[in-house]
């Protein structure tokens, strides 16, 4: 994340005028989607796995 904060493409929002919350949306944003789509989409199938091994080892309460 910080390694954007010295990229040109911000430098250059920054210079333009453009406020702090409109470079973060619009410049800082949209190179972070994919990291960001990846990171949930792992950590719901850790999430997924480890409840399935919970319910293998009967772990879990069930509901009655």
């Known amino acids: 994340m910080m390694t ?8 250059a929002s920054i210079i333009s005028g453009e406020s ?6 619009v410049e800082i944003m949209p190179e ?10 792992g950590a719901s199938i850790y999430a997924i796995g ?3 091994g ?3 080892w009967a772990l879990v309460m069930s509901a009655p």
Not at 4 to 11: A, G, L, Y
Not at 20 to 25: A, E, K, P, S
């Open 50 to 52: 480890a409840q399935v």
């Open 20 to 25: 702090n919350i409109r470079t973060i949306v």
């Open 32 to 41: 972070c989607l994919s990291l960001l789509a990846s990171s949930f989409i």
């Open 4 to 11: 954007f904060r010295n990229r040109d493409f911000v430098s």
């Open 54 to 56: 919970l319910e293998f």
